[in-house]
């Protein structure tokens, strides 16, 4: 059975950190770049990071400095630390999975295939 679980998200206060989990079963992520998404209440869904198969990476502006993707393939497991974490990081955080040329970290969001059913992540004091 082909899965993503997101893990490791929870309550942290402003300034605090989280390291979030991507994990994948039943698929090898070896030659995926992953992504990151986060959706906050009545907004839209928006990436926030990816990296490629060959573990190049990108960031949006919002999180760049303060949080750090990185993947393990050994372990099959795609990570997010966020360090610094703001009230306005709030949302519930998703991986999926898209084919792209090895140096490419990112796709259109229609191009990610496999999702995981998200992770809560709130900051608050």
């Known amino acids: 059975q082909v899965q993503l679980v997101e893990s490791g998200g929870g309550l942290a206060q402003p300034g605090g950190s989280l390291r979030l989990s991507c994990a994948a079963s039943g698929f090898t992520l070896d030659y995926y770049a992953v992504g990151w998404f986060r959706q906050a209440p009545g907004k839209e869904r928006e990436g926030i990071s990816c990296i490629s198969s060959s573990g190049s990476t990108h960031y949006v502006d919002s999180v760049k400095g303060r949080f750090t993707i990185s993947r393990d393939n050994a372990k099959n497991t795609v990570y997010l630390r966020m360090n610094s974490l703001k009230p306005e990081d709030t949302a519930v955080y998703y991986c999926?999975?898209?084919?792209?040329?090895?140096?490419?970290?990112?796709?259109?969001?229609?191009?990610?295939?496999?999702w995981g059913q998200g992770t809560q992540v709130a900051v608050s004091s």
């Open positions: 999926a999975t898209a084919h792209t040329p090895p140096d490419l970290p990112c796709a259109e969001i229609r191009d990610y295939g496999y």
